[in-house]
């Protein structure tokens, strides 16, 4: 209201200016004043509009006849040359007016279809953007929220039966008609309060209720906005299934790489039994001796068998992130001898040499994991080394205990040594070659990880070492 009366008084005083200027400063005949007249209302309507323009009309009217029209000085409304000045300044006030409303809202309307072209593209970036951080509704809601600078939003997703909220304000008592869009398509709309319910559809069925409150928007842009909703709710359900399906197929490759590594590690000692009960069988007359020994051989490979069973089962169970850690103090020099002595016959004549150095630290770990962990880099090194070639184990003692696991074969690739961590990742050049289940360094990994260590590897062709960190004197519970 200010601003209105402040142009209808600027208005007036453009009047006077243009009369003064024409009548003191620079005299000039009426058809001149005329023209500057009609320049002023012109001017005035194209750029604050009818009311505007019909003051200055009338104003202009007046001056045009007092001061420059015969008998000047005096008012001749009755004149029909002061009717024709009258109906010309308002007939271009009311066209130039009008003409330039209409320009002024085509304008505005060109202005706000680019934003909302420009906020729909943003939008359905953000919707290719989303990341699985957190449920992909909630994520959505809140860039729409943003992005069309919305005081609410809250999407009621049919699938899951959740609802998902975003911005400053509420959107509380319309629960039922959100669910009503989801079910039924339905739309609502409360303009008191700036509040519009649409539905959500992928094809010709609904599957949300989206509830938006804020700035009035184009039927087209709201549209478009629920379109890219149900685009972006299909292509997480998309993912969704694609992540179950590729889970499921990660456990059959884990079912079957566990089965045909156990089959592997369980013949050797399962022959070596039943070579001795075979033996015991066909000679019963043997010496009290010999029959000693086969039965010793029979029960060491017996053990033997329910280690390998025991670690298979462990395997199973170990790969995952999360790895509960029993700890008590522990010298890693001991584990490593047994770990050496548990796989005697992996082993064979193969030279492993051991160094530990003097100094021997105690540190607080899982000694059952720690043990499977060494044995998983020990068996990695024998599997990919020639038979002939030695293996060092290395134990540092001091800040943290570090194992080192040194293996003389053909080495590691470069681009390979970043995914051998990797759950069931072998080396393509030695799937043929080696039979494994893909799982030893990837547990390895997340027992160490567990106990807030790292385990990392360094290699080049004729030598492979990996280097396993344990920290001496950080303290740590179960995980």
């Keep these: 209201m200010v601003q209105r009366i402040f142009r209808l008084l600027l208005s007036l005083a453009g009047v006077a200016a243009v009369t003064f200027a024409g009548y003191r400063l620079i005299p000039v005949n009426a058809t001149t004043i005329g023209f500057a007249y009609l320049l002023l209302v012109l001017v005035v309507a194209s750029y604050w509009g009818f009311a505007e323009a019909a003051l200055t009309s009338v104003a202009a009217t007046l001056t045009f006849n007092f001061f420059f ?3 000047v000085g005096q008012f001749t409304i009755a004149d029909p040359e002061n009717w024709v000045a009258l109906f010309t300044f308002l007939t271009t006030a009311l066209i130039a007016s009008r003409l330039s409303a209409e320009a002024k809202r085509r304008a505005l309307d060109a202005i706000q279809r680019q934003q909302d072209l420009e906020r729909l593209y943003t939008f359905s970036r953000a919707v290719l953007l989303i990341d699985n951080a957190e449920p992909f509704a909630k994520q959505l809601v809140r860039k729409l929220a943003d992005i069309f600078e919305m005081s609410a939003v809250v999407l009621y997703e049919r699938r899951t039966e959740e609802f998902y909220r975003a911005g400053p304000s509420d959107f509380d008592g319309l629960d039922d008609q959100l669910r009503d869009s989801a079910l039924q398509g339905t739309s609502f709309s409360d303009a008191q309060h700036n509040r519009v319910i649409t539905a959500v559809r992928l094809g ?14 184009a039927d087209t842009v709201l549209q478009g906005i629920a379109n890219l909703v149900a685009i972006g709710l299909e292509r997480a359900q998309a993912q969704d299934l694609a992540s179950q399906i590729e889970a499921a197929q990660q456990s059959e490759k884990l079912r079957a790489s ?27 007359d043997q010496s009290a001796e010999n029959m000693m ?40 020099d001991d584990i490593v001898r047994e770990v050496v002595a548990s ?19 105690a540190i607080a770990v899982d000694r059952r994991l720690i043990k499977l962990a060494i044995k998983q880099l020990l068996d990695n090194a024998l599997k990919f080394s020639p038979p002939d070639t030695p293996v060092a184990i290395r134990v540092h003692n001091g800040g943290a205990v ?12 470069v681009q390979e040594q970043k995914r051998i961590f990797e759950r069931l990742y072998r080396s393509p050049s030695l799937k043929n070659q080696t039979v494994g289940s893909g799982l030893g360094l990837s547990i390895a990994q997340n027992i160490v990880r567990a106990h807030h260590g790292e385990l990392t590897v360094t290699s080049r062709p004729g030598q492979t070492t990996f280097h396993m960190t344990l920290p001496a004197d950080e303290k740590r519970g179960s995980k």
């Design 258 to 284: 566990l089965l045909d590594a156990m089959a592997h590690e369980f013949k050797t000692p399962l022959t070596s039994v039943m070579a001795a009960t075979t033996a015991l069988l066909a000679n019963p």
């Design 293 to 332: 020994d086969l039965v010793r051989i029979a029960d060491e490979e017996a053990k033997h068998l329910n280690e390998l069973i025991t670690d298979a089962v462990e395997m199973g169970r170990l790969d995952t992130a999360n790895i509960h850690v029993e700890t008590e103090h522990a010298d890693v």
């Design 69 to 71: 029209l015969p008998p």
């Design 402 to 413: 570090a194992v080192e696991v040194t293996d003389y074969g053909q080495g590691i690739p």
């Design 343 to 361: 796989m005697r016959s992996e082993i064979d004549d193969r030279p492993v040499n051991i160094v530990c150095e003097e100094h021997a630290t």
């Design 204 to 217: 010709a069925e609904p599957i949300a209720g989206l509830g938006l409150q804020g700035p009035q928007m």
